[in-house]
């Protein structure tokens, strides 16, 4: 019996199972569902005996030392207080909402089952720490930016500009190209000056080209470059391995 647990084919087919469940019970109609509570709190028992049944197979110096096994007892864990939703009376509050959440955490073991998932972890937290800097400098690009615009059209757009944190917002919106002409278009229209409409119109171009275009290109290039990291490494080793052999052939051949 304690094999099942440590299929991972089975294990797998109980989250998407679980996962199912958890799709349903979201539907404000389907959420105080009997049948689908049950089976929710049946799924989670599950994975709590897993991990015993594990603990005591292995040990547990054994099994703590393996990072997926240390993953999946803390997706457990912080997924129990779901449980009080079946056996107390949980009042219609934020704390309903706080359990809802713990019951969401046990789809992340899904994240154990993808392929070169170790891979993609090393490769983007290397792309992280390459990187660092580049989005230190951009943080500071939106900070300024984010004051300088607030002062200048907090009056004229105060839904946009009307503190240094819906600037920010605003800011980050326009590096990302998203509706970045309803902005300066607004500004135009509102302040009804030709002049200063065209210099406000001709201000965002410039944040959108330096930002949104140029700049998250930038920062965009770096991560893709870091993650691929491992595979032009490979490649590199494969084409060195090559050239060697070529040469010790050609060596060969001149004897």
Same mark, same amino acid.
Request: net charge neutral.
């Given at each position: 019996?304690?094999?099942? $647990?440590?299929?991972?084919?089975?294990?797998?087919?109980?989250?998407?199972?679980?996962?199912?469940?958890?799709?349903?019970?979201?539907?404000?109609?389907?959420?105080?569902?009997?049948?689908? +509570?049950? !089976?929710?709190?049946?799924?989670? =028992?599950?994975?709590?005996?897993?991990?015993?049944?594990?603990?005591?197979? +292995?040990?547990?110096?054994? /099994?703590?030392?393996?990072?997926?096994?240390?993953?999946?007892? !803390?997706?457990?864990?912080?997924?129990?207080? =779901?449980?009080?939703?079946?056996?107390?009376?949980?009042?219609? #509050?934020?704390?309903?909402?706080?359990? &809802?959440?713990?019951?969401?955490? &046990?789809?992340?073991?899904?994240?154990? $089952?993808?392929?070169?998932?170790? *891979?993609?972890?090393?490769?983007?937290?290397?792309?992280?720490? =390459?990187?660092?800097?580049?989005?230190? =400098?951009?943080?500071?690009?939106?900070?300024? +930016?984010?004051?300088?615009?607030? #002062?200048?059209?907090?009056?004229?757009?105060?839904? /946009? $500009?009307?503190?240094? !944190?819906?600037?920010?917002?605003?800011?980050?919106?326009?590096?990302?190209?998203?509706?970045?002409?309803?902005?300066?278009? +607004?500004?135009?229209?509102?302040?009804?000056?030709?002049?200063?409409?065209?210099? @406000?119109?001709?201000? $965002?171009?410039?944040?959108?080209?330096?930002?949104?275009?140029?700049?998250?290109?930038?920062?965009?290039?770096?991560?893709?470059?870091?993650?691929?990291?491992?595979?032009? &490494?490979?490649?590199? *080793?494969?084409?060195?391995?090559?050239?060697?052999?070529?040469?010790?052939?050609?060596? @060969?051949?001149? &004897?």
């Amino acid at each position: 019996m304690s094999r099942l $647990f440590f299929s991972e084919r089975f294990v797998l087919l109980a989250i998407l199972a679980n996962a199912v469940v958890i799709f349903f019970l979201n539907f404000p109609a389907l959420e105080h569902d009997p049948f689908l +509570l049950v !089976l929710d709190h049946f799924f989670l =028992s599950f994975f709590l005996v897993e991990a015993m049944v594990k603990i005591k197979v +292995l040990s547990w110096p054994v /099994y703590w030392k393996d990072g997926w096994n240390r993953f999946d007892f !803390l997706v457990v864990v912080f997924s129990l207080p =779901s449980l009080l939703s079946g056996l107390i009376d949980v009042p219609d #509050t934020s704390a309903v909402l706080v359990l &809802r959440m713990f019951r969401m955490l &046990r789809l992340l073991r899904f994240f154990r $089952f993808i392929p070169h998932i170790g *891979k993609l972890l090393e490769g983007l937290l290397r792309a992280v720490k =390459s990187s660092v800097f580049v989005l230190i =400098s951009f943080a500071v690009i939106t900070f300024l +930016l984010s004051l300088f615009t607030c #002062t200048a059209f907090r009056e004229v757009a105060p839904e /946009y $500009f009307g503190n240094p !944190l819906i600037s920010a917002y605003s800011i980050f919106q326009l590096f990302t190209v998203e509706g970045w002409n309803e902005i300066p278009s +607004l500004i135009a229209e509102r302040w009804q000056d030709p002049v200063w409409s065209f210099f @406000a119109k001709l201000y $965002f171009v410039f944040i959108v080209l330096g930002g949104g275009m140029f700049g998250m290109s930038f920062v965009t290039a770096i991560f893709v470059d870091e993650m691929t990291l491992d595979n032009n &490494r490979d490649l590199e *080793k494969k084409i060195d391995m090559l050239t060697r052999k070529i040469g010790e052939l050609e060596r @060969a051949l001149k &004897r």
